[in-house]
């Protein structure tokens, strides 16, 4: 399996294999991804540099705009699902549908996007991306291609 970050022949060269699912797992009870001891994040959504316990650099990592879109796909499923079956078996005014989705929509939101974005950095741990591997991003480029491959 090729391993973002890495050069094709340094596949084999690789280190220890990253279990995916038990970053992942990890990153979303928002710990470590390596250790699953440390805290992941210091402030809302602002990760640690690395890990206390471990001492796993975490800074590198580029969750960017994956766990926001996650949220609002989630999110936005539960209440257009929970709205529409509310408005099959109860007659409900417009501020009132306002008065329960608008909430929801805000808490189920503010409880998703640090689990969600904690899963992501623990998917790019285990994969090896983003400087995860040992080497920055743009090292993966520094290859030169083959002459015959175009």
Same mark, same amino acid.
């Given at each position: 399996?090729?391993?973002f970050g890495?050069k094709?022949?340094?596949i084999e060269?690789? =280190?220890?294999?990253?279990?995916?699912?038990?970053?992942?797992?990890r990153?979303?009870a928002? =710990?470590c991804?390596?250790?699953?001891?440390?805290k992941?994040?210091?402030?809302?959504l602002k990760?640690?540099?690395a890990c206390a316990?471990?001492?796993?650099e975490?800074? +590198?990592?580029?969750a960017?705009?994956l766990p926001p879109?996650?949220?609002?796909?989630?999110?936005? +499923?539960?209440?257009?699902?929970?709205?529409?079956?509310?408005?099959t078996?109860?007659v409900?005014?417009?501020?009132? +549908?306002?008065?329960?989705?608008i909430?929801?929509?805000?808490?189920?939101?503010?409880?998703l996007?640090?689990?969600?974005?904690?899963?992501v950095?623990g998917?790019?741990?285990?994969?090896?991306m +983003?400087?995860?591997?040992?080497?920055?991003?743009?090292a993966?480029?520094d290859?030169p291609?083959?002459?015959n491959?175009?």
């Amino acid at each position: 399996m090729e391993q973002f970050g890495t050069k094709p022949k340094d596949i084999e060269a690789a =280190r220890s294999a990253r279990p995916v699912w038990p970053a992942i797992r990890r990153g979303l009870a928002n =710990r470590c991804p390596n250790c699953g001891e440390g805290k992941l994040f210091g402030a809302f959504l602002k990760p640690v540099d690395a890990c206390a316990a471990c001492g796993e650099e975490i800074h +590198h990592h580029r969750a960017d705009d994956l766990p926001p879109y996650l949220t609002i796909f989630i999110v936005g +499923h539960i209440v257009v699902a929970g709205y529409l079956a509310t408005d099959t078996w109860l007659v409900l005014e417009s501020w009132q +549908h306002l008065m329960i989705w608008i909430p929801l929509t805000i808490v189920m939101s503010l409880v998703l996007l640090q689990p969600l974005k904690g899963g992501v950095i623990g998917l790019q741990w285990a994969l090896r991306m +983003h400087g995860f591997g040992g080497t920055p991003d743009e090292a993966a480029f520094d290859f030169p291609l083959d002459k015959n491959s175009a």
